[in-house]
């Protein structure tokens, strides 16, 4: 609903409007893909989102309970569970999505913003799951964190991270390194759905014909130019 | 027909755009049916494997385990000589830190986390408690004393550690010598470790609810209960440190490149060690966000030909096309058209 044409734009509008252009609904959320888009290993981008979709929802019932509680309840020892193999796979399927990416030079065609976001979510997602390994309340998390101080402290960064507090470690496991990966997730994600999967590379013995498209038929198939 | 390598720019060109042919898809089922899989995939993990959970050492436990380490650990912090007491920033001021060339990070950032070993392992455990004349001419004794003195007692005393022997109610018994006032301070911090108030003392603060175990870990570190337990868990710095979990479950194994350095020379014998490896971890991590950027690296790609098995169905259509009907290479409309072509969302075609 809109107040009027005509009337001076509202900073509410314009956002709203910038927003739709820079990421029209059927960009973000298309129901096609490129024909070139038949390998498996497009899934472990996705794999990757699930498998944070899970660490996420268990460790939010682990969070609301406290983070004693799966010491000493069967339950509890559950969702620790479900929340570290869902760690072991994130990782799993993000390193082999990292990979895949690489060997399809995916930075190309200005593509390199997404390439740059997806390793930083990698970087920061190891100082995530680091601070959950030293928040655990048990030997694993005393060893882990007497050993990972002299590596920080000879940098510096042990003097305002300091692995041997538990309360300091737990607020970044559960609240801010979890807030900086989701929108490093989020933002790579409107980065791929603005620049689109990346074509394949060219086949040299092809020359132009080996370039993405060529071949394609004029009409229906064919892309609109970009806005 | 020529063949020319394509230079960076026009790969880049080349894959700004995309004309070709779309398929329908749908990301909201696949994302759905992702996380059926993960979550299936983390149940049956749960159920065959569940989770390690190894309870912590205390210092009650540690002292009543191996008191003879626990002693000669508290007199190390007593005279300045554990890792703790000469460690340096952001401990104290008794060491100059890591350094690479004329960079001091750990000094530059100074001690934020004040330790003073003999007053907060010794001292202050031994002020809780009540009542003991004895114990209060002792410590009034030792710090008393010159600190030439004080270093002959803990000498001697530490040498006579070598020889204790420890007896049934978990007290160390040590060869009569000349050791001032030391046993009786020792035997009444081991008595005090023992009962578990020590764990307590360590944690006291100016505030009721505490979050912070510098203190504890840190005397714990500097005793032997804790690697004793990290070798029988494989988890000591030759061992791979810290990747491993105990038990036999996968830990952090992504962390694999960062305890690699510390398995070779010059790292596993260098003092400087954790600043130069985290110095190469920093830089080896800028490169690998830079990739798209730096020449060579970003051309792995294109000589490790990976892209021609993940695009093979794309190819080998393309080859099709481009053989045309006749097979005279010639290429054009010929080539057989998309499955279910689809309306392309302005994604695809966005150009950059």
Known sequence: MSAGAGAKKSWTVRLREAGVAAMPPERLLPDGQPTYMSSWIYVFGVLTIAALVVIIGSGTILGLKGPAWWHYTGIGHFFNSIHLWAVEMFFFFMVIHLWGKFFMAAWRGGRSRVWMSGTITFLVSIAAAFTGYVSQQNFDSQWISTQAKDGLNSTGIGAFFNVLNFGQMYTYHVLLLPVVVIALVSAHILLVRRHGIVPPLPLPELGAQGLAGAGAPSGAGAAEPAP | ?352
């Open chain 2, 1 to 352: 027909m020529k063949r020319r390598r394509l230079s960076n720019a026009e790969l880049n060109e080349a894959a700004s755009h995309y004309d070709g042919p779309y398929k329908p898809y749908d990301l909201v089922k696949e994302l759905f049916v992702a996380i059926c899989v993960v979550a299936t995939l983390a149940l049956l993990f749960t159920v065959f494997f569940s989770s390690p959970d190894e309870k912590p050492s205390t210092v009650a436990q540690w002292s009543r385990d191996l008191p003879v380490d626990f002693l000669n650990t508290a007199v190390s912090e007593l005279d300045g000589t554990s890792g703790t007491a000469t460690y340096g920033p952001p401990y104290n001021h008794n060491g100059e830190g890591q350094i690479v060339w004329f960079i001091h990070l750990q000094s530059w950032l100074g001690v934020s986390h004040p330790i003073n070993t003999a007053q907060d392992y010794v001292y202050s455990p031994l002020a809780t408690v009540p009542g003991d004349p004895l114990l209060r001419a002792a410590v009034a004794e030792y710090r008393e004393s010159p600190a030439k003195v004080q270093a002959t007692w803990t000498n001697a005393y530490l040498a006579a550690l070598v020889k204790a022997t420890v007896v049934g109610n978990g007290s160390v018994l040590i060869p009569k010598g000349n050791y001032g006032p030391l046993p009786t301070m020792m035997n009444e911090l081991l008595t005090l470790a023992q009962s578990g108030a020590f764990d307590g003392d360590l944690l006291t603060s100016d505030q009721f609810y505490q979050t912070d175990y510098t203190k504890s870990l840190l005397f714990m570190a500097d005793g032997g209960e804790l690697a004793a337990r990290a070798q029988a868990q494989h988890l000591l710095g030759e061992q791979w440190g810290m990747m491993n979990e105990t038990g036999s479950y996968p830990g952090q194994v992504w962390l694999w490149l960062y305890t690699f350095w510390y398995q070779i020379q010059p790292f596993s014998t260098s003092d400087n060690a954790d600043v130069l490896v985290m110095m190469i971890m920093g830089v080896l991590s800028v490169a690998l966000i830079l990739v798209p950027f730096i020449p060579g690296v970003r051309d792995i790609p294109r000589w490790i030909p990976i892209y021609r098995y993940i695009w093979r169905d794309h190819y080998r259509e393309l080859r099709s096309v481009a053989a045309g009907p006749s097979g005279d290479g010639s290429g054009g409309s010929g080539g057989p058209p998309p499955a279910d072509p689809v309306s392309p969302p302005p994604a695809a075609a966005a150009s950059t």
